[in-house]
């Protein structure tokens, strides 16, 4: 269960309650009976930094892997006739032979 902070307006204290989340938020300080109490907004202390369960728990599929990261469209490349081997004259003179 949660726990949230509220404020009394009566004595100016700052107490916290543990508190379903489905449950109303408290009318009254029990400690001075004042009927004002607000809720307040605090900072959560659950954190996610790092590599954590999020990232370490769960294995990834094997098609994640196969996927490219980013697709590129290909780049064009000019294609030149190649070049044929000029032979030698003793490579003729060989097939003459």
């Known amino acids: 269960m949660p726990i949230y ?6 004595c100016g204290k700052v107490f916290e309650e543990v508190q379903k989340m489905s449950d109303p938020p408290l009318k009254k300080h ?21 590599e954590g369960w999020y990232v ?5 599929k094997p098609a994640d892997k196969e996927k490219p990261a980013e697709t590129k469209p290909a780049e064009k490349t000019e294609t030149k006739p ?8 003793a490579e ?5 032979a």
């Open 82 to 89: 190649e070049k044929t081997e000029k032979k030698t004259k």
């Open 30 to 50: 029990t400690a001075c009976g004042s009927k004002k109490v607000k809720k307040l907004i605090s900072a959560t202390s659950f954190q996610l930094k790092g």
């Open 5 to 10: 902070e509220y404020q009394c307006d009566g």
């Open 92 to 96: 003729k003179g060989d097939k003459a």
């Open 56 to 60: 370490t728990d769960y294995k990834k």
